[in-house]
């Protein structure tokens, strides 16, 4: 969906109260590649930076977007990539692909922060199932092999997921996408070294678990993230979120915690970097 002149000019004017406070926020997850963001990347990325985002992860869903997004990396170093194939994408590549994809973590090792999206969705058609697990199994190796981190993506599939990260003795770390859950179900995924991404479901009352899971855990397990253009905030619905909206995400957990907002901006930060490996900018 296009932007309108309006919500452009209110997105600016929310941006800048957003920005105001200074603080250095990291978008872990942003689809800065897809065609509703790439439209008006320009502007995305000011207003973004306007409401204090000072960098991004760009992970790729599928083969044909490696490219363009190890670009974008060249033309903004603060747009970091990952290299995935996304479960969503799983049925339109074979294992040929992570031939491929083995190439360019060599050839990238620089640019390419993790790998992701990968993950298992078991909310998709039963016939995706072997492909996704095949993919999954395949990249999460490569990911090991490279001491890479991952950024998984999950529906349905936290069991699974959780299983083969043992099964394999994966141990680089990286990135529950989207997390919603309990305390529990959080502490599996932390205690193999993941970070918990923490988007705009904070901001939905009804995510109440998931709200309370925020509340409890130590700062220390949690990044922030759009995942724009998807995953518009309450109040938002059916608009195309954007990398700005990172500061509301940011107001919905300082809300949910007692620490002062520069502590948690400073920790996230600190999370971000640590998490992805990035030297401390
Ligand atoms: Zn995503």
Redesign the pocket.
């Known amino acids: 969906m296009p932007l309108t002149d309006n919500t452009v000019l209110n997105d600016t004017a929310a941006a800048q109260n957003a920005g105001s406070s200074g603080f250095k926020l990291f978008d872990t997850?942003c689809?800065f590649d897809l065609p509703e963001l790439a439209i008006q990347q320009a502007l995305h990325w000011q207003q973004a930076q306007l409401a204090g985002v000072a960098a991004l992860v760009i992970?790729a869903?599928q083969q044909s977007a490696w490219q363009n997004v190890l670009q974008l990396h060249q033309q903004q170093p603060h747009w970091y990539v990952a290299l995935g194939i996304?479960p969503w994408w799983a049925a339109e590549h074979s294992l040929d692909a992570v031939v491929e994809l083995n190439k360019l973590l060599i050839a990238n090792d620089t640019a390419v922060v993790a790998v992701?999206?990968i993950g298992l969705d078991y909310a998709l058609a039963e016939n995706s199932f072997d492909i996704q697990q095949q993919l999954f199994v395949e990249q999460l190796a490569l990911a090991k092999q490279h001491h890479k981190p991952v950024?998984l993506?999950h529906r349905k599939s936290q069991p699974q997921l959780l299983a083969e990260l043992k099964r394999q003795q994966f141990n680089e770390g990286g990135i529950l996408?989207?997390f919603s859950g309990s305390q529990q179900q959080a502490m599996a995924f932390v205690d193999l070294g993941f970070k918990l991404g923490i988007g705009g479901t904070i901001t939905y009352e009804r995510a109440s678990k998931t709200r309370n899971t925020v509340q409890k855990l130590p700062l220390n397990c949690f990044v922030l993230?759009t995942?724009a253009p998807?995953?518009p905030l309450a109040g938002f619905q059916g608009e195309v979120n954007t990398p700005a909206q990172l500061a509301r995400v940011f107001s919905a957990l300082c809300q949910l915690r007692k620490e002062s907002p520069e502590v948690i901006a400073q920790q996230l930060w600190q999370n971000s970097s640590n998490v992805l490996r990035l030297r401390s900018s």
């Open positions: 997850h689809h992970p869903v996304h992701g999206e950024i993506h996408h989207a993230e995942d998807a995953m």
